[in-house]
């Protein structure tokens, strides 16, 4: 875990942490605009309507709590979330588009990965077939990373930790579109698809069935629509799920209450990602290695923000958390 230290953030370097994970949502919405332009995809804009309204009203709560009513620990709150819907809403049409490059598929490389690590899937599988409780936990826990990412945002707000909240949102920003380009690259079906399993060979079909049509249709150019409401989870390698849920432990850690239960069910999240995920082993060392990547800049971002501001040096807003202790 990254240790959590004393930082103070005045208003100028809040404004521009916050403007630059703006300004990176605007870039991947242009991109996907330019996208539509140059290719055959058509864009599902019904799908936009509630997210955009979402953003926009949070993004309207963070301008009225930072100026007409200035609650920094408020403002964080709003702001944090709308960023983070709207991110979402540009980076699931990103990953289509990503999938729709069609390179050829790298699961032998995987697999064989696994097999050189001493990883066994299978044996994975072959016990939860048996153990229909723990199978279910492992689901639930799987579902969790946005309801996860909700807590954290409004944890972190309302305990003072503005820094660090900025940290988890770039974060977040960062490792999505890290594993969006390299899926590009090393594009994969994942274990289920790979060997042909059904529902009938043990377990019910995993989460990740639903995005089984969508991206064999990217591939082969018959799934042409892009869409933020709806969208399915399409990335084998590197493992998303995986580099979320570090972040998502890391950003839990600086509050007492909640730290071990975030390091605890992000743990059992890691487990949860090989069946219900349809990702090998290697897919999950490769998110976790996104993740470390991901925090360590967005620390630095954030402590470079963290240098003076003249102009708005006597307004410092001082994050509430000091060196964590064990």
Not at 79 to 98: D, E, K
Not at 202 to 211: E, I, K, N, R, Y
Request: with cysteine; glycine share 6%; net charge neutral.
């Amino acid at each position: 875990m990254l240790p959590t230290s004393i930082m103070t953030l005045d208003r100028a370097g809040l404004r521009q942490l916050d403007g630059l994970v703006w300004a990176t949502i605007a870039a991947v919405a242009a991109a996907v605009l330019a996208a539509l332009l140059l290719s055959d995809f058509r864009l599902a804009w019904a799908s936009f309507l509630a997210p955009a309204a979402t953003a926009t009203l949070f993004a309207a709560g963070q301008w009225f709590y930072r100026t007409r009513r200035p609650d920094p620990r408020l403002a964080a709150a709003l702001g944090s979330t709308a960023q983070i819907v709207a991110f979402a809403a540009v980076g699931a049409p990103l990953s289509y588009l990503a999938a729709s490059l069609n390179f050829p598929l790298t699961d032998h490389w995987f697999e064989a990965a696994d097999r050189a690590l001493g990883f066994d899937w299978f044996g994975l599988f072959d016990w939860l077939s048996g153990h229909a409780t723990a199978g279910l936990l492992l689901r639930m826990v799987y579902i969790s990373l946005m309801p996860q990412t909700l807590v954290v945002i409004l944890a972190l707000s309302l305990a003072g930790h503005l820094a660090t909240l900025r940290i988890f949102v770039l974060a977040f920003v960062l490792a999505a579109l890290l594993t969006i380009a390299m899926s590009a690259i090393w594009p994969a079906q994942g274990v289920w698809l790979q060997h042909g399993l059904t529902a009938s060979d043990g377990l019910h079909l995993p989460v990740s069935a639903t995005s089984w049509p969508v991206f064999l249709g990217l591939r082969d150019s018959t799934f042409r629509l892009l869409m933020a409401g709806g969208a399915e989870g399409i990335i084998t390698f590197p493992s998303l799920h995986a580099a979320l849920a570090l972040i998502l432990a890391a950003a839990f850690w600086p509050l007492p209450v909640l730290r071990w239960i975030g390091a605890g069910l992000n743990a059992i999240m890691m487990l949860s990602i090989p069946v219900d995920g349809s990702h090998y082993f290697t897919d999950i060392l490769a998110g976790i290695g996104i993740a470390v990547v991901c925090l360590l800049a967005a620390r630095a971002m954030v402590q470079r923000a963290n240098q003076p501001h003249p102009a708005l040096a006597a307004t410092p807003l001082q994050e509430l958390a000091t060196t964590s202790r064990p």
